[in-house]
């Protein structure tokens, strides 16, 4: 069956740090990989997607590549701010429509 | 922008009640989700529904749970005797049409079965 799995959190980081939070996974055939971002208090938000190999998803100054070839859609943000701080969602989506969430990861930004 | 709205947003209950959990899902929308989050733990699909039956469902969604759209404009979730372990975040979402499309969701129900 179709899996996604991402990196434990919670990450922690100061501002104006560098981000990679990862996600891998498992699915037959070749499904669109998404991001979404959940705030305090509030529901899941689409943040990017990639619907095909080698397509990069970008928003708010994330990007995430879709590769093929390990099966990954890492997140990244060169710069992170306090306002970033949420968790974020690795999902794909096959031919049933309905997506596959990970476990979610906690980022936290400090001043 | 049109919101997935859901109502209420916290809910406590006794186990053993019913609770009837009620989203508006955006009005051009045709297909309706619900999902739960148990705490720390990743987000579950429920049920989806579309042209007024269930299109699919989990091994979570069983006899004890329903949905409905008693009308044109709400979504309903029915726990009908809760359990301890029905404690949860529970996500209504919507979409426009099937395909590759991302989910709208709402900002949720948390409910508490004591």
């Known amino acids: 069956g179709n899996s996604v799995t991402q990196m434990e959190g919670p990450v922690t980081l100061s501002e104006e740090a560098f981000l990679t939070i990862n996600c891998t996974y498992t699915?037959?055939?070749?499904?669109?990989l998404f991001w979404y971002v959940q705030y305090p208090g509030e529901g899941l938000q689409l943040l990017l997607k990639?619907?095909?190999?080698?397509d990069k998803g970008s928003n708010k100054g994330f990007e995430a590549t879709y590769r093929k070839e390990t099966t990954s859609f890492h997140l990244e943000k060169g710069s992170v701010q306090v306002s970033d701080s949420a968790v974020y969602f690795c999902?794909?989506?096959?031919?049933?429509?309905?997506?596959?969430f990970g476990r979610g990861t906690s980022l936290i930004v400090h001043p | 922008e049109p919101e997935v709205t859901q109502t209420p947003s916290h809910q406590v209950t006794q186990m053993g009640q019913e609770v009837i959990l009620r989203c508006v899902p955006i009005?051009?929308?045709?297909?309706f989700y619900w999902y739960r989050q148990i705490l720390g733990q990743k987000v579950e699909f429920l049920v989806s529904?579309?042209?007024?039956?269930?299109?699919?469902k989990s091994e979570i969604f069983d006899d004890q749970f329903s949905v409905e759209r008693p009308d044109g404009s709400n979504f309903t979730l029915k726990i009908r005797s809760t359990k301890l372990e029905d404690s949860a975040m529970y996500f209504c979402?919507?979409?426009?049409?099937?395909?590759?499309?991302?989910?709208?969701f709402g900002d949720g129900t948390r409910l508490s079965i004591l």
């Open positions: 990639a619907t095909k190999a080698d």
């Open positions: 009005s051009n929308h045709l297909y």
């Open positions: 979402a919507s979409t426009e049409s099937a395909g590759d499309q991302p989910q709208h």
């Open positions: 529904f579309y042209n007024n039956e269930i299109s699919e």
């Open positions: 999902a794909s989506l096959t031919g049933s429509y309905i997506p596959t």
């Open positions: 699915a037959t055939g070749y499904p669109s």
